[in-house]
């Protein structure tokens, strides 16, 4: 009885929690075409201000007939060298003299934006997007300075980095004509042949406000923050509206059988992908959830059969790695001692026919669901993290609600779900087996 009267109270407590969270948020567009989405929480002096472009590295630079890689993201670093009014290299002291902090990202989708400013520097902030939208200062200089920094970048986190290509050797594989076959940070050689009117016409087509969402969260008054917005934006041109006509890629119908070597590791690793449903189909949130399933923690079921039990690898895990057209399933997993790749790899596969064949137990089912509430919950604790939800939400799901309502899309899966989705999509004729392995000098 007692133990019941615990389960109870902690789904109290937890639907609480959940409930407590809603995210209440405004949204307008100006006549430009930027779409404006307001957020009010006035626990904290603190704002996040927030510009998500819809443009990734899938979006190529150049022309037609020369197409370039790597835009989206050497963008994500010129947009940070001047504007007309701000001098060069004089964009992230100001926020920082202003007891502020920025940062950017690029995935293959799309380029986001963010400063968080204590919230008497909400003009501020809006201003300084609002002139990297209108006024960025796009030279030879600024070219030059920031393809030495994506050069360094590029050799850092992925050239000397162990397993640093293994992303890449999965998509090069996995993806025959969609551009998701391509580096996000680009090829370095496509970058040196690009001309300075290429990157001005790369911004001209996918910088304008109509191919943005503005977010501004926080300690604000929104209908002052509204005024503002319309102050800083209302004037900038509308852009070209981009169109995408990414061919599709045909369905794998036998094992790709693929090696890459990494001059920087001295342990090999097995890697099957699978190309799955993009992020907003429901089957990509219970991959989600088979992930977690499988190496979420010390006591998911590859950790603890591969590592702890049978001491076969040093790390073995799956995860579902989203993209809005085609996701990414991976399954990996690095031999300890004599163990051999086939092994290893024979070993995760029955884990995967057990998922097929079996129901998951009713406990790891509802050790699942718990995480993904908290997860839900963690999601929407910040400031900051409610600010990159909305925008992604509204940008990349068309389906800004989400921020409040995806956890019942979790709540709605079954057991039978997570088995027919596993049956559907994990099969070893629908994908890339990688031997990820060291480089050595016969492989030059």
Known sequence: ?????????????????????????????????????????????????????????????????????????????????????????????????????????????????????????????LWLESERMLHPVIDQVGVDTQNEVVKEEKRLRYDNSPYGQFLFAVSENLFKVHPYKNKNIGEMEDLDAST???????????????????????????????????????????????????????????????????PNIQIPAIITAYRVPGFKERDAYVLNMVSA????????????????????????????????????????????GETSLETLLAEIDEEIVKMQTELISERDFQKLQNKFENRFVNSNSSVEGIANSLARYYMLYDDINLINNEIDIYRSITRQDIQDVVKKYLNPNQRVELEYLPKEKSNN
């Open 1 to 125: 009885m007692k133990k019941r009267l615990l389960c109870l109270a902690s789904l109290v407590f937890f639907g609480f929690l959940v409930n407590a969270q809603k995210v209440e948020f405004e949204e307008f567009d100006l006549d430009n075409g930027l779409h404006v989405i307001l957020h009010q929480d006035n626990t904290a002096p603190v704002i996040t201000v927030s510009v998500m472009y819809d443009v990734g590295g899938k979006d190529l630079g150049g022309k037609p007939e020369a197409p370039r890689t790597g835009f989206a993201h050497f963008f994500e670093h010129l947009l940070f060298e001047g504007t007309k009014n701000i001098g060069k290299g004089e964009y992230s002291k100001i926020i920082s003299a202003n007891g502020g902090n920025n940062n950017a990202n690029t995935s293959l989708d799309r380029t986001y934006y963010y400063e968080v400013f204590p919230s008497n520097n909400l003009e501020l902030a």
């Open 196 to 262: 300075l009117e290429e990157f001005q016409n790369y911004f001209k087509k996918w910088y304008g406000p109509n191919n943005a969402v503005l977010v501004v969260a926080g300690d604000i008054d929104s209908n002052d923050a509204k005024a503002l917005v319309k102050t800083y934006f209302k004037d900038i041109p509308r852009g070209m509206d981009p169109v995408r006509n990414f061919p599709k890629e045909e369905p794998i119908t036998e094992t790709i059988d693929a090696k890459f070597y990494d």
């Open 293 to 336: 399933y499988l190496s979420d923690g010390k006591s998911s079921k590859l950790y603890k059969k591969l590592v702890d039990d049978k001491k076969m690898a040093l790390q073995a895990g799956a995860i579902n790695i989203p993209q809005m057209d085609y996701s990414i399933y991976a399954v990996y997993g690095l031999p300890l």
